[in-house]
């Protein structure tokens, strides 16, 4: 599965996960990749992980932001139609 943030053909590290049985059994008689599923949910929690760390670093900032549009209002408050 390729991303839009991720070079394909990228070399794999060889990782030892847990899961139950039962499920690994139910996803490969239905034919799931687990190491494709396993991939893709990992990038998806890391890059929501990166997103929030981002919003924590950046909150001051963001709030400062919010602040003065709702003092100063937009630039284009005069200019919109809606």
Not at 22 to 42: D, H, P, Q, T
Request: proline residues 4%; without cysteine.
């Amino acid at each position: 599965m390729n991303s839009p943030y991720r070079p394909p053909n990228r070399s794999k590290a060889r990782v030892s996960i847990t899961v139950d049985e039962i499920l690994v059994a139910e996803a490969k008689a239905v034919g799931i990749n687990l190491s494709a599923v396993a991939e893709e949910a990992i990038r998806l929690a890391t890059r929501a992980e990166e997103m929030r760390l981002w919003r924590e670093r950046n909150s001051a900032a963001i709030e400062a932001w919010h602040r003065k549009i709702e003092e100063e209002g937009l630039w284009s408050d005069g200019l919109r139609l809606f």
